[in-house]
């Protein structure tokens, strides 16, 4: 059954915007950013844009791994801790061999972390809000106990750097990183079985299952897939730094998921896309940015922010309601 | 609820969706207290009609008038206000919640907000007695097969005291013994002055309950008339727009050389015990039973979907080792699952999607789907399962429910399966489709394919099948071929579990 009642308003909009689960973020988007360029001077220098993208470099490779995540039916929340981890386990290995291996080692771990999650959830049915979470507290405790609470310096290693801070065509690395991950995890969510198989098992995991997915398979993919790219935004980050601090991340994932949701992919797992939350992400980046570059009281951006992603879940679950 | 009695009447009413109209100026009056049955094929408004009449979804144009007076509903409660009660194709029950807590959801005897538990069993047990359903008002709904929960729908209708019923597809699901239940309940609301806006697609039932006919295609209301002025080929002409001759098709015999493909060696699992069968290549085996006899888990059992205890399933002669479903699709079993929406459908994807989904690793290359082998696919197999949608894009959620169901067929031939396991292959599909279903079935067959056809429609289970078991509380109890296999002898191995 669904209740068109609300939508007969649709009508009266131009065909694209009438889902807008598809177009959804694409318009304020582009108002925001329309608006930015017209009231702040410094927005639409290349430096200014470049900074944001380099700086959300880390949050949008989480993100575009969250979505997947979300798309499968469960949510990561221990992406924070995991960010961490990596980023002081890579650097503090940097300091005696050689970045190469610092950054195998790093993702290697992500990819653990992210592989016992998804056993937790997909194996044991714990529930993936209370599994990651507690998994936050023990990865965020690991941490703690091996950086023994300091900051890991990487000035001795200055070639560490170069995995953040090298610049290619005038971009920096980290950007392309990020762009290489979009890409791929783009890529995986809409053309590949594996994808496919995420959205199926978000969407009905018992029908997936009649119809010969390994439904538990699939969401530990998608779980490693997410530690991996905690792990690589970990490193990301402290390689631009040049170092390293258990206690960052706190509020990553929220941050992340924030960004996922404004993005328009479903809580209720079964749809979603990548290239969305990019947009989502960048979406919320672009208001901090324009309240600093307005010099507006940082208070409302935390206000401003709150609002928008109550907006955002509420459309999903109107959209959700609709669709009954 | 207020009881407003008076006749209803729907004056040119349009409906489209994104631009494809699903009812075109359609314009019909519901006399108060009869049986005004819709039919039509799948896909031609019926229960869009039904959800304009009930509130659910507003008119694009046109409106509907409750004794001459023009009445607007903008949600299922204004229209409930009205006396005006649904009882939808896709059931809404809270599967957490009883029987008895479902049936009188939103209606609850309270006291100061608190639920009066002992009072709700009693007026649950009342109204249960009135109808004639059995109930433990205590069950958990969600633990419940889909027949029964749709009997709590129709208790939940009931209970409102409703003055207008719309039904879509109530038997759809139901056994026939339920099925005629609900026919004596369907006649005595209409004797006590209830109108029952009845949607089905046994036209025998229509027939049989109906005051008055209408009929839909395409959007269209084609004709009104009294059931006793009609008849069932009549019905089908006005339907189709063409005769369909037999409903169903000659049965092509399976070569007597035909190797067994499908061996089922004592097999027990849950709701399963010591079963034996075997089907041949080309053969189509029948599974009758009552609802609830365990012919579902049966099909789950030999799909791997649930736990096997002992004995073993052999595909042409090699035991299925692998404990999954996935075990079983790769070995080359396939199979229809009775609940299209729970256990078929991804109802927000699109229809193409839902199509390979069982099948993907074969239009794919280290796991990058081929888009263009896969729209070549879904196209192919489109021609064979006809389904009415605004094309392979469509999401699933907004098909009528026939055609949801043809998708889900069409997904399961996908994997090119040796042995296909359809349970109620034509539950909720309009006759002529039906028809082409069983074409389908029996044309498959004639290639050698090995069918097992699961059905609470007797009649459909006999005029596919070569063969036919009966099954009651888990165990087989009677094989029937031949000149034995009549309507009396599987009736009497159902019910008494004796040849
Ligand atoms: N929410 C929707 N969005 C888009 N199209 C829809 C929607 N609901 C129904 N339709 C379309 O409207 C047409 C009529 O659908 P309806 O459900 O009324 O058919 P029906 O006669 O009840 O068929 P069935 O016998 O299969 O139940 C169909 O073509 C269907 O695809
Ligand atoms: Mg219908």
Same mark, same amino acid.
Not at chain 1, 180 to 202: D, K, P
Not at chain 2, 182 to 209: M, N, R
Not at chain 2, 424 to 451: N, Q, W
């Given at each position: ?32 950013? $329309? ?16 900074? #944001? ?45 050689? $970045? ?25 049915? #714990? ?10 507290? $023990? ?80 969401? #530990? ?74 010099? #507006? ?28 | 609820?207020?009881? !407003? ?7 040119? +009413? ?15 009056? +519901?006399? !108060?207290?009869?049986? @005004? ?38 949600? &299922?409660?204004?229209?409930?206000? @009205?006396?005006?009660?649904? =009882?939808? !194709? ?46 433990? &008002? ?74 008055? =006919? ?17 008849? !069932? ?68 059992? =030999? ?5 096997? @205890? ?70 192919? =197999? ?42 109620? &292959?034509?539950?909720? +599909? ?70």
């Amino acid at each position: 059954m669904s209740t068109d009642t609300a939508k007969s308003w649709n009508r009266y909009l131009p065909p694209a915007l009438r889902s807008w689960r598809d177009a959804g973020i694409i318009l304020p988007f582009a108002i925001l950013f $329309v608006t930015l360029s017209i009231t702040s001077q410094p927005f639409l220098r290349k430096t200014n844009l470049l900074n #944001i993208l380099d700086q959300q470099s880390a949050i949008l490779i989480i993100a575009a791994a969250g979505a997947l995540i979300l798309v499968s039916g469960a949510i990561d929340l221990s992406v924070g801790a995991t960010y961490a981890l990596a980023g002081c386990v890579s650097a503090q290995y940097a300091i005696k061999h050689s $970045v190469l291996s610092a950054v195998i080692v790093g993702l290697a771990l992500g990819l653990l972390v992210g592989i016992v999650n998804g056993i937790i959830v997909a194996i044991f049915k #714990i529930n993936s809000l209370i599994a990651t979470l507690a998994m936050s507290f $023990v990865i965020g405790g690991l941490g703690a106990k091996i950086t023994k609470g300091n900051l890991i310096m990487l000035t001795e290693k200055p070639e560490y750097g170069k995995i953040a801070q090298s610049t290619w065509l005038g971009v920096s690395s980290s950007i392309w990183l990020m762009v290489g991950v979009i890409v791929v995890l783009g890529f995986l969510l809409t053309r590949t079985t594996t994808g496919r198989y995420m959205i199926a098992s978000g969407g009905n995991a018992q029908a997936a299952r009649l119809a010969g997915i390994r439904v538990s398979l699939i969401r #530990i993919i998608a779980f490693g897939i997410s530690g991996m790219a905690a792990a690589l935004a970990g490193i990301i980050d402290a390689s631009r730094v040049l170092s390293a601090s258990a206690q960052l991340g706190g509020t990553l994932a929220f941050t992340v998921l924030a960004g996922i949701v404004v993005g328009g992919t479903s809580i209720a797992g079964g749809q979603g896309s990548v290239w969305r939350t990019v947009f989502g992400v960048l979406f919320i980046a672009l208001i901090g940015n324009g309240f600093d570059l307005l010099g #507006i009281d940082p208070l409302y951006h935390q206000i401003a922010l709150g609002l928008i992603l109550l907006v955002a879940v509420g459309l999903d679950a109107w959209g959700n309601n609709k669709r009954r | 609820m207020t009881k !407003q009695a008076g006749d209803l009447t729907v004056v040119g +009413v349009s409906k489209s969706f994104g631009g494809v109209a699903a009812l075109t100026d359609v314009s019909i009056t +519901v006399k !108060q207290g009869e049986v @005004h049955s819709l039919v039509g094929e799948n896909g031609a408004g019926k229960s869009t009609l039904g959800k304009i009449i009930s509130g659910l979804l507003l008119p694009d144009s046109g409106q509907i008038q409750i004794s001459g007076e023009s009445v607007s509903f903008r949600s &299922p409660r204004e229209a409930l206000a @009205h006396g005006i009660v649904t =009882i939808a !194709q896709e059931l809404a029950i809270v599967p957490g919640l009883t029987v008895a807590e479902n049936v009188l959801l939103g209606d609850e005897p309270k006291k100061v907000g608190f639920i009066k538990r002992k009072k709700l069993r009693k007026d649950f047990a009342a109204l249960a007695k009135r109808v004639g359903f059995e109930f433990e &008002p205590d069950t958990v709904a969600g633990s419940l097969s889909v027949a029964e929960q749709q009997k709590i729908e129709i208790l939940r209708a009931l209970s409102r005291n409703a003055s207008i019923i719309i039904m879509d597809e109530p038997t759809a699901a139901l056994s026939r013994q339920e099925a005629e239940a609900l026919h004596k309940v369907i006649c005595d609301l209409s004797k006590a002055g209830t109108t029952v806006i009845l949607v089905s697609h046994f036209l025998s039932e229509v027939l049989e309950l109906s005051d008055t =006919i209408s009929v839909l295609r395409d959007g269209h209301l084609v004709k009104t008339m009294p059931a006793a002025q009609s008849n !069932q080929e009549e019905l089908i002409e006005l339907m189709l727009g063409r005769s369909l001759g037999a409903i169903y098709p000659t049965k092509i015999f399976p070569h007597y050389t035909a190797p067994t493909v499908l061996f089922v060696n004592n097999l027990c699992a849950g709701g399963v015990s010591n079963a034996w069968l075997s089907v041949r290549a080309g053969e189509i085996l029948g599974v009758a039973g009552l609802v609830g006899s365990g012919r579902s888990e049966l099909a789950r059992a =030999i799909f791997k979907d649930s736990k096997i @205890h002992s004995g073993s399933i052999e595909i042409n002669g090699v035991r299925i080792t692998g404990k999954n479903p996935l075990a079983a699709l790769q070995r080359g079993i396939s199979l229809l699952p009775e609940s299209r929406k729970e256990l078929g459908l991804l109802l927000e994807r699109s229809i193409k999607e839902n199509i390979t989904l069982s099948s993907l690793d074969r239009w794919s290359k280290f796991g990058i789907i081929s888009r263009r082998r896969e729209n070549q696919v879904v196209a192919k =197999i489109l021609e064979k399962v006809l389904v009415k949608s605004a094309g392979v894009r469509q999401k699933v959620s907004h098909l009528s429910g026939g055609n949801q169901q043809k998708v889900l067929l069409a997904r399961t031939l996908m994997s090119s399966p040796r042995v296909l396991i359809v349970d109620e &292959p034509t539950r909720g +599909v309009d006759v002529g489709s039906k028809r082409a279903i069983y074409d389908l079935l029996t044309e498959l067959a004639a290639d050698g394919l090995a069918i097992i056809a699961i059905s609470s429609d007797l009649e459909e289970v006999l005029g596919i099948a070569h063969r036919v078991i009966v099954i009651r509380g888990g165990k087989i109890v009677s094989e029937l071929s031949g000149r034995a296999m009549t309507e009396h002898a599987v009736l009497e191995a159902a019910f008494t579990g004796t040849k």
